[in-house]
């Protein structure tokens, strides 16, 4: 481990988990931070379910979950759902995803009849997994917005 890191005063009550689609930018932040990455283990079964195993207590503390929406879109989602989950049940204090590319952006409007509005069911999914707020860096669409503030003053 970095000299620097163990010489550095730990912030307190916070916690930073990585889903696998980019442990690298992960490790950077907690670097700049001062930070260890906290463990977690991703597998899939056989039949290609998510299964997330969150490797240590996070009762109390503020964990930040970070995932990007790149490559395989749909497990990365369900992967950070999962995570997000498993930490409100563990009784995390709070649960922020760091999602720098929101899932579904794109899907943000109703453009024909019986279409769906993805974005808007990305961010419910989000709130139902126990995500307390979401930080993004790029919603395609500011009506987005719009779904994520509905979520938070429920």
Do not use: W
């Not at 163990?6 to 690298?24: A, C, E, Q, T, Y």
């Not at 709070?94 to 509005?117: E, G, L, N, W």
């Amino acid at each position: 481990m970095n000299e620097s890191l163990l010489n550095r005063p730990r912030m307190p009550n916070i916690k930073v988990f990585s889903g696998s689609s980019h442990l690298d930018l992960t490790k950077k932040i907690c670097d700049r931070l001062g930070l260890v990455p906290g463990k977690v283990v991703t597998k899939k079964f056989a039949n290609l379910e998510t299964c997330v195993e969150i490797g240590e207590s996070v009762r109390g503390e503020d964990v930040y979950i970070l995932q990007t929406a790149g490559g395989m879109v749909n497990d990365n989602l369900m992967e950070l759902l999962i995570m997000i989950n498993a930490c409100k049940i563990a009784s995390a204090e709070r649960v922020t995803a760091v999602i720098p590319s929101f899932f579904y952006a794109r899907q943000d409007k109703k453009d024909k009849s019986r279409a769906p509005i993805s974005a808007k069911l990305v961010a419910n999914m989000l709130s139902v997994a126990g995500a307390d707020h979401i930080i993004t860096m790029d919603l395609h669409a500011s009506q987005i917005q719009v779904y994520n503030t509905y979520l938070y003053t429920r």
